[in-house]
């Protein structure tokens, strides 16, 4: 067990709708960050956000938002869905100090969207 | 940051050490090399990572070149939980989180 906490593990939709995912770091992680896994472009990054303020973007749509609330956990949103937003989604965290000692990243379990 | 190529897969026997290489020849002085592993489609799991020096934990080795150019991820008595996709990744520890994992090495232990 991670810590990482992710829900809901499964979730179906139709196209054009918008679903929202959550995620709980680990106690004490400041940093989250949000991945996107589908069978034909592997794990991609997303975004980051540290202490409630977003750090880094990576290849995130802008129809997919997130933000990290006070108590640090945070939601990814997802809207005007389409069939190839099917993928799982996953969400880490880290310390989020980026100590020269290197920072390690814990994954949660996911969460596999499927859009018909 | 620097871009990583690793073998798409390797197959290793149950009880025996398996040797996982990954090339980063456009490494740059400050960036550390992470490797995870990700089981199924379960969250990919952290193993181990280094700066220049060679690292063990429980998980694994890691040994890095002297001119970093290359490491090589060592699981000492590979078991048949360990067959899993291997991910190297090279990263400045501050954007530890800046990572696209890429294919990765499929590791299949057969008993």
């Known amino acids: 067990d991670s810590g990482v906490t992710q829900t809901p593990k499964h979730l179906i939709t139709a196209t054009g709708q918008r679903v929202t995912l959550r995620c709980s770091p680990r106690?004490?992680?400041?940093?989250v960050y949000w991945y996107q896994q589908s069978l034909d472009q592997g794990l991609q990054f997303l975004i980051q956000?540290?202490?409630?303020?977003?750090?880094a973007k990576g290849n995130i749509l802008e129809r997919f938002s997130a933000q990290q609330f006070p108590d640090l956990h945070s939601e990814l949103n997802l809207s005007s869905l389409e069939l190839g937003d099917s993928a799982l989604y996953f969400c880490?965290?880290?310390?989020?100090?980026?100590?020269?000692?290197?920072?390690?990243?814990?994954f949660g379990s996911g969460t596999q969207l499927s859009v018909l | 940051d620097a871009k990583t190529t690793q073998p798409p897969s390797m197959d290793c026997a149950e009880g025996r050490a398996a040797n996982l290489p990954c090339n980063h020849s456009?490494?740059?002085?400050?960036?550390?090399v992470y490797w995870y592993r990700q089981i199924h489609s379960q969250g990919p799991q952290y193993i181990i990572h280094?700066?220049?020096n060679n690292e063990t934990n429980e998980m694994a080795s890691l040994i890095i070149t002297e001119d970093r150019k290359s490491s090589t991820l060592i699981l000492p008595h590979a078991t048949l939980r360990d067959t899993a996709v291997y991910y190297c990744?090279?990263?400045?520890?501050?954007?530890?989180?800046?990572?696209?994992f890429g294919d990765g090495t499929t590791l299949t232990v057969k008993p």
């Open positions: 456009t490494i740059s002085g400050n960036e550390y």
């Open positions: 880490a965290s880290s310390v989020g100090t980026g100590g020269s000692s290197g920072e390690k990243l814990f």
């Open positions: 280094g700066l220049k």
């Open positions: 106690s004490g992680d400041l940093s």
């Open positions: 990744i090279v990263r400045l520890h501050t954007n530890a989180g800046k990572s696209t």
């Open positions: 956000y540290y202490n409630g303020e977003e750090r």
